[in-house]
DNA sequence: CCTACCTGCGACACACTTGCGACATACGCG
DNA sequence: CGCGTATGTCGCAAGTGTGTCGCAGGTAGG
């Protein structure tokens, strides 16, 4: 079944990264760049979910909450910068269900997203296992053991081994997991995944020089052992 | 097989329209004016849907939809007048299911319970104890017990303990705590779950400075020990 | 009215994270 | 073999997350 997802957001770059994000999760996008535009999509086409950035040109995105939850009961997920928390407050109070506050991981959001779909209807498939060879990836518990040892890993080191070991030996590009992971805004610098890869072998490798596991396609990018 | 189910209301005259309502639909019918006496019946009559009204005398709906969240997982409705929206949310968030604003249609609420019938009619679990290691959580009476020895602690650290404990070992994030617990009005500031958890801490851990049983799990939020 | 506790808040300290830059090394290609 | 590019390695410093604790206003109970 095809979940359709509304996105409201001025900002191009940012709601390119979130359509693409939204299409490798197979859900249908919907784009609109002002409240207006929001509002008569979501009546035209009853998206089961949308998401709304609070700063939007012209009418502020706190009304297009209340003008949608006056007539509908569509899960509303506000996408906002961390210094607007007293929007944030307004919003839910708006009857927004859920809020991320720019620069958001991505992934999270992709999760959020799930959660409230899941509330709005019938549950869903568990999450796939994320076990590659030695590694396990306890998404309950953002844990990382290795042969069933706890590995002390950062948030976002937690996030880019949930999508290489979620790609299944696939090739993922530095530009993959950066907008993947990072979200946005990140595009300069590729080293940073570099980097990020270097210390994550030093945690999950035997001997990091030699990597087993999380392996280099040169020209290409990264991906763990099949 | 005939269903029960409990109300939770004080206004008489509504009480009696859900009464013969829900008994012309074939329903057994539980009454209760206070939340109090709520949360006793469904303990001992384990019915099948439960309908609350915010707002009660002495103790609030919503606490009333924690207390039972913490030990159940009966369906809740939510009953309120439609000036309480804030309350609604606030209450979805603590574990209603679903909600209606008076004056409703009687049919309308019907189906919903209806509704929540369905759901709740395949999975019938055994009920979930709030026990983890030394600490136990005694919904009942609020109290908290560290090695069959009652420990104080404050209304609010109850609530919080009580969700990390039904977490079963989950991360929880300091926002959804602070959503489940707090409710929606107080998602601006961020430290008042370290707080509050600094200070669980130093009631249920030997040792506060190095926690073994309330887990800090960097970047992501709070978890008990499996 | 008084008292004790609760609760949110802010300030500070400390550890960890993370982006970045510099240099080293490995690989591909002519 | 030699050069250029891609990647590995590693240290640094600013930024961020969390622990700790005292304070003060609020609240409930005596």
Redesign the pocket.
Known sequence: MIRTVMVVEDDDAIRMVLRTNLEDEGYRVLEATTAEQGLVIVQDEQPDVVLVDLRLPGIHGLDLVRSLRATSQVPIIIVTAQTDSHDVVAGLEAGADDYVTKPFVAKELMARIRTQLRRSAQPEESEEELVCGPIELHPDTAEVMRNGEPV??????FFVLAELIGAKGRVLS?DHLLRKV?GYG?A?????V??????L??KIEDD??N?ELLL???????RMKA
């Open positions: 002390p890993v950062s948030r976002i080191e530095r990072w990140n300069g610098d590729g080293r940073v570099d980097n990020l890869i270097y210390r072998r030093n990091p020089a990597p280099t396609v040169r020209g290409f990018g990264y």
